[in-house]
């Protein structure tokens, strides 16, 4: 087991630089994620933890001892790649047992050990099979007892589900979790689905462009977003975020966004801004935190139905102001119709303020 | 409807048959024929039933010429063709591997060159590096050291014909083999790397089974090709001295059309070819066999998921 520490690590390939200055510290034993969209670096991470790709710039700490320059083959890390790259010519047992083969181990030992690691993931009646010749499931666990079974210290998952069916996915996201838990092996996973390393993760890293947006927490990405991007990143159905501006009327302060839309700024919010000079902002509030009301509400804003999405358990409600449009999530059950009309309350301690110029969250108190 | 389209097949087919019935059957046909002929210089058809055949039963070179172009055929393969060409291909990618593209071009490059020089030029270059007096490269070298001319053709002529086959050879298999290892997935590499493996661990588990169809068609096609294949033993040595190059496809050469030993024997000259083309099928056959070939047929050749 290792804790990891990643100081100020870049990769450029000629003038793609694809990890730009990141510094990160993934605590021993825990399971942390690297979530960004396409091309955002992660498997460049990841590959650079592995000891395939050398950092331009930084260094890499395994337990305090910097492993620049040392291959991948002292490392003693497990990885599973996206394709999962089992070897086509081995069979099933021949795969998993290749690093312990490499190591000179003892045939008994071998194979007592590939059939004790393939029991734990059920693939112990498939061991004579070709890869070619098993579900694509199966695979990711093959591949998964490949980089298990030399005990790593550090285990690499290259968005390890991609290929796997929405039901397998869960159940193997499960099976993961447990045997990480069960071996207490420092978990390093790359993905781009915000729900697996929302479910999976101890702390998530949202990487973008290279660069590590927000490094926290999984409660914390949705309810502290860090910034725009993570904000609209973050969560399913995406935030809304408009353009507001801060104003009163009638000696009440109000955001004023485009022309037809005014939400009533909540006291606590307005002694935050209070010391802030600009007027300015993006606001963001996710769907599930609109109420929808019958009756006005000072807080509340009046707005007539649009249209109305089933989700399964939930539905969108959708609202139009001008441009601007609200969406709401509310439970199936919730009787609203088209054309109906409501007051759209956003929960006042879930409002999320952007500066309008940096895009970094504004520290709103409470 | 169905009459018409095998009008069509029949019509798009034609210009292929017809060249295959002008340019291989016809001439098939024409060697069987001429193999049951004794013709000579004057090129009579005088036919003499089996008599070729029968006299290459009591040829007592033939045994002879039997042996040297099976040791010329499978030690130019084992050598260079397989061997030498797989060196360089594992080479060149290695290098091009370490983002030396340039430099690892200009190597496989190099080794191209023989096969784009004709091949009387190519001869004679070897002629001139293998010459026996100090004018020759290898014995200039040997001199300039203080050592005293070999006469590399007369002592070592099997070696001299495997090596200069060869380094022509080569090249084939290290292009078919370099394309083959550099579209290996990256992903095996780094797979076989983290699991700890090194170079040669590397190679001798992933990258040569991977590369094994590539590997078994080299060695098959090859084989064939040096089975005809004489034209730099005779401008080097000619078959000679006495016999110890000839093989068998230079042999039936200069029964036909060689100046200097009992020449234009074209009844048993086409005899000879017509046994070679049996030993070729028969070896076509075995590897066809042996190597699984129809596995190879309905599979990509080169294996990457
Ligand atoms: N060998 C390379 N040469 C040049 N550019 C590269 C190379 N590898 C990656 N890149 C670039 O670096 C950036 C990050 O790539 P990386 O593979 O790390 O992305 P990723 O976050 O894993 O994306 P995905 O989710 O699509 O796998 C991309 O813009 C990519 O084009
Ligand atoms: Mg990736």
Known sequence: MAAVVLKNITKAFGSVVAVDNISLEIPDGQVTALLGPSGCGKTTTLLMLAGIYQPTRGEIFFDEVMVNGIPPKLRNVGLVFQSYALYPHMTVFENIAFPLKLKKVPKDEIRQRVQDIAKVVQIDDLLQRKPAQISGGQQQRVALCRALVKNPDLLLLDEPLSNLDARLRIETRAEIKRIQQELGITTILVTHDQVEAVTMADQVAVMRNGVIQQYSSPEDLLLKPANMFVASFMGDPPMNLMEAELSSENGKSVFRCGSELKIPVPDAIAAALQSRRDREFILGVRPENLELLDEPHELAVPGTVFMVELLGRDKLVDFRFGEVALRALVPADVAVSQGEKKWIRPQAHRIHLFGKADRQAVPLAG | ?305
């Open chain 2, 1 to 305: 409807m169905k009459r018409r389209g095998y009008g069509m097949i029949v019509l798009l087919l034609l210009p292929a048959l017809l060249i295959i019935l002008a340019f291989y059957v016809v001439p098939a046909v024409l060697t069987g024929t001429m193999s049951l002929t004794n013709m000579d210089h004057r090129l009579s058809w005088n036919f003499v039933g089996l008599d070729n055949y029968k006299a290459m039963l009591q040829d007592t070179i033939l045994s002879r010429v039997f042996w040297n172009t099976l040791l010329y055929v499978f030690g130019t393969l084992l050598c260079f063709n397989v061997t030498f060409g797989l060196l360089l291909a594992l080479a060149t990618s290695y290098i091009a591997e370490r983002q030396a593209e340039r430099t690892s071009m200009f190597f496989r490059a190099l080794w191209l060159l023989p096969r784009f020089t004709p091949p009387i030029v190519y001869g004679v270059i070897w002629l001139w590096i293998l010459d026996p007096t100090r004018n020759g490269l290898l014995n200039g070298i040997l001199n300039f050291f203080g050592g005293r001319p070999v006469s590399w053709i007369s002592e070592y002529p099997m070696p001299v014909i495997i090596l200069t086959n060869g380094v022509i050879g080569a090249s084939f298999g290290m292009i078919l083999f370099y394309s083959a290892i550099t579209s290996i997935s990256k992903e095996y590499t780094w797979a076989a790397e983290v699991d700890g493996a090194g170079w040669l661990q590397r190679i001798r588990y992933v990258t040569l089974p991977l590369i094994r169809w590539p590997l078994m068609f080299v060695t098959a096609y090859q084989t064939l090709s040096l089975l005809t294949s004489y034209e730099y033993i005779l401008i080097i040595t000619g078959g000679g001295p006495f016999y110890r190059t000839t093989v068998w496809s230079l042999y039936a050469y200069n029964e036909a059309f060689g100046g200097y030993y009992a020449s234009y024997r074209f009844g048993y000259a086409t005899a000879l070819t017509l046994v070679l083309v049996l030993i070729s099928m028969v070896a076509s056959i075995i590897y066809w066999r042996v190597f699984r070939f129809r596995e190879m047929m309905s599979e990509p050749k080169i294996e990457v998921i």
